[in-house]
């Protein structure tokens, strides 16, 4: 076996670089020295090529069926492939909800125009959807949640560090050209864009962060429709707005704030009416604008180009894809299964999944820091996990109607379908096996409130997996970068609150929780020494589930993987060109994070991602993995073995 069979790609690899001082540069030196981010991405790694492979088979699968007469989703592809009945168009799919908009006058009609667009899938102020209850977790409620900002996070309109107040600047101007897209002459859009950012602002000043957001103590508060109606915010038509989206007997709800509520509902009471006006039109615009011509498409890249770094605009087939994946994709998804996840995939990427949780359990028996009462019920959480791999058992159907030359009209039935499904979940005994990914989306999670991880089949592919690769990079790039990854989301400072029955409840004693306290906040520490880009660090406590996760899943898929090897009767390689066995663990993980990202995504994951960039999902992690340090023969004091490492899981 070479080491390409192995599954690891030797011509990323920098052999002169030494390990145990930046192994992020020895896994993938190679790689970032010769790849190049294309033009109309962000970034370009493992991730991006699986997923570009991913696209190319969708793409031919959709102009295949885009020739057949009577195909539901050709139909869609090739409306959405349609530029020049697009561009016929022009801004009438649109026009009637401005025209609606511009007809508010007073409180009343603002809030029956927020209704209004709510019911069209359109959400300023806030959002409405189903939830698990929290504090019952076999019951779905209404939950109304912040929303309404076009920028990623509140501190883009509130603090300047690093390009945060260039990037405000951009913004503005951004708006006044769409503005100025839609009709309105220069100095009325100049106007109307510095309206729609002063409402925006003062959104952001009562939203909450997205570091309190990670507490779900923070986010769940049931106050149920009288509470809406008679003490948070009477102001507002509730039972009109909730007639109005279909669900008119609903009463329990949970929001996320409840100031939020009072304040939004004196926002629309008391904020001048212009201000309003413009604020609910820009809200359509950034909401709908890729749906119509090159124009608008062009101009809304405006904030792609500078958040993110996006050069140029996607070519047409590829946002089609994502368009169908993302409105048809259980649909999309069974010819992706039939290409690439058929045979014994799914019975392989099973027992990956079953032999990482045992290891979680092994690793339960043994962690120094649990006591008896938690450690029995964090065994009871484990065994109540749900594993969804691969692709659905049931598939979802898609009875919305679609029409070839009406793009912008299939987006809106497949939004008022799936807002009228989800909604339709309020009241209704729990579904487990929902999938919140389409199959070939180079993804995965966990669901608190379900207990359950989803893996599925297009993160289920070469490099992170793969048939005849080595089981040991198996069990890196995908047992434990992926698999214990998300088990490790279960009991990560956020998932851990949650009982094995997805109940938000306090079930560790007052020891094991300060145990657990103090091991996060090393790696909260930890985290947030590292830049993103020079002069903005991470936010360690942003980031602080993730890379529990990270750092969990590398230990337990390691653990895991040597369980399996003793149970073999036939041992795999323990050598493969001069590298262990153990080495190329920890290589296929890292090789896993082979990814080139632009200055400019790297600033904004440091102030919005609770992901950590690629050289810190490895660097970071392996610091505090001694077994590692073992595997490379690195010396006591090397970077990649500090003395004092963290350690959660």
């Not at 090159?294 to 500078?306: F, K, L, N, P």
């Not at 087939?317 to 299964?337: F, K, P």
């Not at 993160?459 to 005849?468: E, M, S």
């Not at 993730?546 to 337990?556: F, P």
């Amino acid at each position: 076996m070479t080491l390409a069979e192995a599954g690891i790609v030797p011509a990323w690899l920098d052999r002169r670089a030494d390990p145990c001082a930046d192994f992020h540069a020895f896994a993938c030196g190679g790689f970032l020295r010769t790849a190049q981010i294309p033009p109309d991405r962000a970034s370009w790694g493992a991730i991006e090529l699986v997923a570009k492979e991913n696209e190319e088979l969708l793409r031919r699968v959709l102009e295949e069926s885009a020739a057949r007469a009577g195909d539901r989703l050709g139909a869609f592809y090739a409306a959405c492939m349609d530029e020049d009945a697009i561009e016929r168009a022009g801004s009438a799919p649109i026009r009637p909800q401005l025209d609606l908009i511009a007809g508010v006058r007073d409180k009343k009609t603002a809030a029956a125009a927020v209704i209004a667009l709510h019911a069209a899938g359109v959400f300023p102020f806030f959002v409405i959807g189903p939830q698990q209850d929290y504090a019952d977790a076999t019951r779905v409620i209404a939950s109304l949640d912040q929303s309404g900002l076009g920028l990623p996070e509140r501190k883009y309109y509130l603090e300047s560090q690093g390009s945060l107040e260039k990037t405000r600047r951009i913004y503005v101007t951004h708006i006044e050209r769409m503005f100025a897209l839609a009709g309105r002459a220069p100095r009325d859009a100049k106007a109307a864009a510095a309206n729609a950012m002063a409402v925006e602002t003062a959104l952001a000043r009562v939203q909450q962060s997205d570091v309190d957001r990670r507490d779900p103590r923070k986010v769940y508060h049931r106050v149920d429709r009288a509470g809406l109606e008679q003490r948070l915010a009477p102001s507002f038509p509730w039972g009109e707005y909730l007639a109005r989206l279909g669900v008119p007997g609903v009463t329990a709800i949970t929001v996320n704030d409840p100031a939020y509520y009072t304040a939004v509902a004196r926002m629309i009471q008391t904020s001048p009416v212009a201000s309003l006006r413009d604020y609910l039109a820009w809200t359509v615009l950034r909401s709908r604008a890729d749906e119509l011509g090159r124009a608008w498409v062009t101009e809304a890249h405006t904030m792609a180009r500078e958040l993110d770094g996006v050069k140029e605009l996607p070519p047409r087939w590829r946002r089609c894809v994502d368009r169908t994946d993302g409105d048809l994709g259980e649909l999309l998804g069974q010819a992706y299964v039939a290409a690439k996840f058929s045979g014994d995939a799914k019975a392989r990427a099973v027992e990956l999944t079953d032999a990482v949780a045992d290891a979680m359990g092994a690793e339960l028996d043994a962690l120094p820091w649990m006591d008896a009462p938690t450690r029995t019920a964090a065994r009871q959480k484990l065994e109540r996990m749900a594993h969804l791999v691969g692709f659905p058992d049931r598939w979802r159907a898609y009875d919305f109607p679609i029409k070839r030359g009406d793009f912008a009209g299939n987006v809106r039935a497949a939004a008022a379908w799936e807002q009228a499904r989800q909604l339709a979940k309020i009241g209704q005994p729990v579904d487990r096996f929902d999938w919140q990914m389409s199959p070939p989306t180079v993804n995965a999670y966990y669901d608190a409130t379900l207990n359950e991880i989803a893996l599925p089949a297009g993160q289920l592919q070469p490099p992170f997996f793969g048939a005849r690769f080595h089981p040991a990079v198996n069990f890196g790039a995908t047992g434990g970068g992926t698999i214990g990854h998300e088990i490790t989301h279960g009991f990560d400072d956020e998932g851990s609150q949650f009982d094995g029955d997805g109940n938000l409840r306090d079930w560790w004693t007052q020891a094991t929780k300060d145990r657990f306290g103090a091991a996060t906040k090393c790696i909260v520490e930890q985290y947030g020494r590292y830049e993103a880009v020079p002069g903005v660090r991470l936010d360690g406590q942003l980031t602080a589930g993730e890379n529990i996760a990270d750092n969990g899943g590398v230990k337990l898929g390691l653990a895991a993987y040597r369980r399996w090897r003793a149970k073999q009767r036939v041992a795999p390689p323990r050598e493969v060109e001069g590298f262990t066995d153990e080495q190329m663990y920890f290589l296929a993980y890292g090789q896993s994070w082979c990814e080139q990202l632009t200055p400019e995504l790297l600033e904004t994951m440091a102030h919005s991602n609770p992901h950590s960039p690629a050289r810190w999902r490895v660097n970071g992690v392996v610091v505090n993995q001694p077994d590692f340090a073992e595997a490379f023969a690195c010396k006591p004091a090397a970077a990649m073995n500090p003395a004092e490492k963290c350690g959660v899981w």
